[in-house]
């Protein structure tokens, strides 16, 4: 049972362009959700996190949006960057554990 | 520097020959876990534990033993290890037991002939 789903593989977009990922989830038990960023060769990195009361957060180019209503999260890079190209997983977490996505590869193009 | 550290980084080992992949944080962080990355199926938690003594079984626990007898230190331990424990392995933890977000270690790639 796949509790949190990544349903895009890849996405790739234009620098300075909006950068759009997308993730749903079934497990309404989920307290919060995290976004990391992981490249090649290096452990996941916290990016940004939401609560389920909340849903906004924005931390500089990066904002989560929460739909508790659609299950569905997602995050948006403004202005996209060729740094920030990457694989970036989503997780819910709740009784002590924490559940990630497949994963979608972020390709941005200088 | 707040870190995870994992060791080894790297190990090609063969079917049945028992290993164990350390992982130490200098974080005084409570809570302690592994993740498994494989193509198509993303990060997937092996075990957990919430503080010294106390583990608990993740999504894929199977042919996997852990045990925190300190703090700082999560092994892993593979008795047994067969080709399709063939991934990268995460170690992970954070300060909180319940929530909060994850450091992680920068990941030991494990190959089973």
């Known amino acids: 049972d796949q509790q949190v789903k990544q349903n895009s593989p890849s996405l790739s977009v234009q620098e300075g ?16 959700f995290l976004w990391y960023k992981k490249y090649p060769a290096e452990g996941p990195t916290f990016l940004i996190s ?6 906004k957060n924005e931390d500089g180019r990066f904002t989560v949006f929460l739909n508790k209503s659609a299950k ?5 890079i403004v202005p996209s960057q060729p740094g920030d190209s990457a ?6 977490g709740s009784n002590y554990k924490l559940t990630f996505g497949k994963g979608t590869l972020l390709t941005v193009n200088p | 520097e707040a870190q995870v550290t994992q060791n080894p980084r790297y190990l090609i080992t063969v079917t049945g020959k028992k290993l164990t992949v350390t992982c130490s944080q200098n974080m005084n ?5 592994w993740y498994r990355q494989d193509p198509g ?12 003594e ?11 033993k852990v045990s925190r007898k300190e703090k700082r230190n999560f092994p892993l331990i593979l008795e047994s290890p067969s080709p399709n424990q063939t991934s990268l392995y995460f170690c992970a933890s954070r300060l909180a037991v319940d929530t909060g977000e ?12």
């Open chain 2, 41 to 52: 199926l993303g990060l997937r938690q092996i075990y957990y534990s919430m503080n010294v």
């Open chain 1, 72 to 76: 569905h999260l997602s995050l948006h």
């Open chain 1, 50 to 55: 939401i609560s389920s009361i909340k849903d």
């Open chain 2, 29 to 33: 962080h409570e809570y302690m876990s």
């Open chain 2, 54 to 64: 106390v583990t608990d079984k993740g999504d894929v626990p199977e042919g996997y």
């Open chain 1, 17 to 32: 362009r909006i950068s759009i990922l997308n993730c749903d989830y079934t497990n309404s038990m989920f307290d919060y």
């Open chain 1, 87 to 92: 694989v970036y997983f989503c997780s819910g």
């Open chain 2, 102 to 113: 994850l450091f992680f270690g920068e990941g030991s790639r494990l190959t089973v002939l």
